[in-house]
């Protein structure tokens, strides 16, 4: 059963920093593309980045550039999102998601639950 | 950036009827657009990808239709566990973007 795993969200102050990381089981984390796509609350979906399998390949939402890195360790079989310098638009459910392909520009087959953000003073 | 608007925001449905969603993208994103379900306190959960087929698991009752800027999902004759939002998504161009979402609500 394909699995992940979300962790490390929380409350911090605007301008603080908080790293996600995501644990996945059930597949070959390795040979996926994967995502953090994002949902502030009530709000709709919005794509945050995506890694290619290999890592070298990274994208990034204009609003995120320069603040969020977007990480893998195929050895650890996790997805990590570092998120520096948070605004309070930044507060929602991220979730990290798998690309079923080895391209970064595709759909999102499975969904982690999610873990809270909260940027307030 | 590629514009993806669903409509109508909220349907309103009886059980046993065919609901209709739409999704039109500000510029063509050939067939590369998925539906997702989100029910209340839950993950999204990919319906349909390429326009029209279904993921793994997902029943008959959900159909996708369309390329280039105007998609449909129709549900056929909606359960209670159908009840829930919609989003559809393009993946033809950077950024990757989703329509506000389509609320199927009880009637």
């Known amino acids: 059963e394909v699995q992940l795993v979300e962790s490390g969200g929380g409350l911090v102050k605007p301008g603080g920093s908080l790293r996600l990381s995501c644990t996945v089981s059930?597949?070959?984390?390795?040979?996926?593309?994967m995502a953090w796509v994002r949902q502030a609350p009530g709000k709709g979906l919005e794509w945050v980045s995506s890694?290619?399998?290999?890592?070298?390949?990274?994208y990034y939402t204009d609003s995120v550039q320069g603040r969020f890195t977007i990480s893998r360790d195929n050895g650890k079989n996790s997805l990590y999102l570092q998120m520096n310098n948070l605004r309070a638009e930044d507060t929602a459910l991220y979730y990290c998601?798998?690309?079923?392909?080895?391209?970064?520009?595709?759909?999102?087959?499975?969904w982690g639950p999610g873990t809270l953000v909260t940027v307030s003073s | 950036e590629i514009v993806m608007t669903q409509s109508p925001a909220t349907l309103s449905v009886s059980l046993g009827e065919r609901a209709t969603l739409s999704c039109r993208a500000s510029?063509?994103?050939?067939?590369?657009l998925g539906w997702y379900q989100q029910k209340s306190g839950q993950a999204p959960r990919l319906l349909i990808y390429?326009?029209?087929t279904r993921a793994t698991g997902v029943p008959a009752k959900f159909s996708g239709s369309g390329s280039g800027t105007e998609f449909t999902l129709t549900i056929s004759s909606l359960q209670s566990e159908d009840f829930a939002v919609y989003y559809c998504?393009?993946?033809?161009?950077?950024?990757?973007?989703f329509g506000g979402g389509t609320k199927v609500e009880f009637k």
């Open positions: 998601a798998r690309v079923p392909s080895a391209s970064a520009w595709y759909y999102f087959d499975s």
């Open positions: 059930g597949f070959t984390f390795s040979t996926c593309s």
């Open positions: 890694i290619i399998k290999s890592g070298s390949h990274i």
């Open positions: 510029h063509s994103v050939s067939s590369n």
């Open positions: 390429g326009a029209s």
């Open positions: 998504q393009q993946y033809d161009n950077w950024p990757l973007t």
